[in-house]
């Protein structure tokens, strides 16, 4: 029995071998192929986390840009309040009124027994248009104190103007007061969206090269984990320089939005001049006339405005730039030693640089970061955004402020389906300039200090916007991405090579490129 088992098992040892050998090819396909699907797993995981994470820094960052321009709208719009006073204006008419009738008490008096038949229409007009001034608008808390230092100091008194000069003056710097800040608002609201998703850009490459230059197999190494609420995480240990080019706000708030009233004025005052504040208006006339501004202050075409140059009004020349750091408090008085722009980075590592060596790598990423967001403000999508922001403000104040306060119209967003009235045509209402002069400086204090704002609001339902902000968030993803790799691992022991950089963070990238992709599919529905 033994004997022919023995025999057996000679005869068919190839087969137990061959056997034997199909079962480990087997077994150890079967664990390759359990590896790999593992690995599929985990990198379909990291991936999720990677577009989740990007997703939710995204959108947290366009929440940061409307806070922060709310935040410094204000400043802007003191400004623009202390150089336009519509109501010292109306106070000054409102004076000319009490007097006129103080001299004509005694007229009235003694022919109070011979009745009156002329026609006292003008007279009851400037009373009704006064009134809608008092009611539609308030004074500013700093007109308030300077008219009561004034009064207190017995100031020499202004130049006497007439009833129709106070008149001009009140419609011209109501109308350009409004538009001024229409503009400040749209051009903040694009700079901060620049400003913060450049920095925001940083600090997730950041993030990225800080995951990167440790072990894959670190287990606290994670997408997920890297919120940190510390100042040097979050702002990846340059945070000064991230200060520093936020401060550059501080030109639009204070020199840059009087370039821009400045050509708001002469506008206005080439379209309103001439009219009347007793005329009436329709409300289409109106519109045409504030287009009219528009193209006077943009360009009348669509090539001017693709070549106006807004850069001047939001970024200082280079002569400027150490100015500006100096008003904002980032840099203490200047010194004859120091220079007065911020210097480019040397073209070689051995190139003299005029700042010390310290001051060279701070000024080298601010640099960058301006001359970056120079190149943006003077491409031609700043431009197209900027109108489309503009747009959406002047609708709001006229097809819904001035058409339901001074045209007495229904609010076209709030209209029901059936209509009481059926032959309502806005294009028949009328309402003097006047009483939509009462309803435009009202406005100019809900612009620049509404809560909520409603313009604010409306500059945010662009869904362009988000898109660009979707652009500058993801522009440049791999150069920098990929350079700040090779410097992190420059710090790295040999075993870390860049091909293992890269392939870390192919992912990421491929997971922004995703996501910015369905941004844009999102917002042209394509």
């Known amino acids: 029995m033994i004997n022919s088992t023995r025999r057996w098992l000679r005869r068919n040892q190839t087969n137990f071998a061959v056997g034997l050998g199909v079962l480990g090819a087997g077994y150890l396909a079967g664990q390759y192929a359990l590896s790999k699907i593992a690995e599929a797993r985990q990198r379909m995981s990291e991936d999720r986390v990677a577009k989740e994470n990007l997703r939710r820094r995204f959108q947290q960052n366009q929440e940061d840009c409307t806070i922060t321009v709310l935040a410094l709208l204000p400043t802007a719009t003191e400004n623009v309040l202390e150089a336009w006073p519509v109501e010292r204006i109306t106070q000054d008419l409102q004076q000319k009124k009490a007097e006129r009738l103080g001299r004509s008490a005694g007229t009235l008096d003694a022919s109070s027994a011979i009745p009156s038949s002329g026609p006292s229409s003008a007279t009851d007009d400037d009373g009704r248009s006064l009134a809608s001034f008092q009611s539609g608008s308030y004074v500013h808390t700093s007109q308030m104190a300077a008219s009561d230092s004034l009064t207190a100091e017995a100031a020499p008194p202004r130049p006497t103007r007439s009833k129709a000069q106070l008149w001009n003056d009140l419609k011209i710097t109501s109308i350009t007061r409004a538009f001024t800040l229409l503009y400040t608002l749209s051009l903040l609201t694009l700079l901060t969206r620049i400003q913060l998703n450049l920095l925001g850009r940083r600090n997730y490459l950041a993030s990225v090269v800080s995951m990167a230059s440790h072990s894959p197999q670190d287990p606290a190494i994670g997408?997920?984990?890297?919120?940190?609420?510390?100042?040097?995480?979050?702002?990846?240990?340059?945070?000064?320089?991230?200060?520093?080019?936020?401060?550059?706000?501080?030109?639009?708030?204070?020199?840059?939005?009087?370039?821009?009233?400045?050509?708001?004025?002469?506008?206005?005052?080439?379209?309103?001049?001439?009219?009347?504040?007793?005329?009436?208006?329709?409300?289409?006339?109106?519109?045409?006339l504030i287009l009219e501004v528009r193209r006077k202050v943009e360009g009348a075409t669509a090539e001017e405005r693709r070549t106006h140059k807004w850069l001047p009004y939001l970024l200082p020349p280079r002569n400027q730039e150490e100015?500006?750091?100096?008003?904002?408090?980032?840099?203490?008085?200047?010194?004859?030693?120091?220079?007065?722009?911020?210097?480019?980075?040397?073209?070689?590592?051995?190139?003299?640089?005029?700042?010390?060596?310290?001051?060279?790598?701070?000024?080298?990423p601010l640099r960058r970061l301006l001359d970056e967001t120079a190149d943006l403000i003077d491409s031609p999508p700043f431009t197209q955004i900027l109108t489309l922001l503009l747009d959406t403000t002047f609708s709001h104040l006229t097809d819904h402020e001035i058409r339901t306060d001074a045209y007495r119209l229904p609010d076209p967003g709030h209209m029901p389906r059936v209509q009481e009235i059926p032959d309502l045509d806005s294009n028949l209402a009328r309402a003097k300039l006047a009483a939509i002069l009462a309803v435009v400086t009202k406005q100019a204090h809900a612009i620049g200090n509404g809560v909520p704002n409603k313009y604010a609001q409306a500059i945010e339902s662009v869904k362009e916007l988000e898109a660009f902000a979707a652009v500058i968030y993801s522009s440049q993803f791999e150069f920098e991405a990929l350079g700040d790799a090779r410097t992190e691992l420059a710090k790295e022991p040999p075993g870390r090579t860049e091909a293992v950089a890269e392939k870390e963070g192919a992912g990421v990238m491929g997971a922004a490129t995703d996501m910015f992709e369905n941004v844009w599919r999102k917002v042209t529905g394509s």
Not at 235 to 252: I, V
Not at 334 to 348: C, G, M
Request: aromatic share 8%.
């Open 223 to 288: 997408l997920e984990n890297l919120d940190d609420d510390s100042v040097e995480q979050a702002y990846g240990n340059d945070f000064e320089t991230n200060r520093k080019f936020l401060t550059f706000s501080w030109w639009l708030l204070h020199r840059g939005w009087r370039e821009v009233t400045d050509k708001v004025e002469t506008a206005v005052k080439t379209v309103f001049g001439p009219l009347n504040p007793r005329e009436d208006l329709p409300l289409e006339k109106l519109s045409a």
């Open 323 to 364: 100015l500006v750091l100096r008003e904002s408090g980032m840099l203490k008085s200047p010194s004859k030693s120091q220079p007065t722009t911020i210097p480019s980075p040397p073209s070689s590592p051995t190139a003299e640089s005029p700042c010390s060596s310290s001051s060279s790598s701070s000024t080298a």
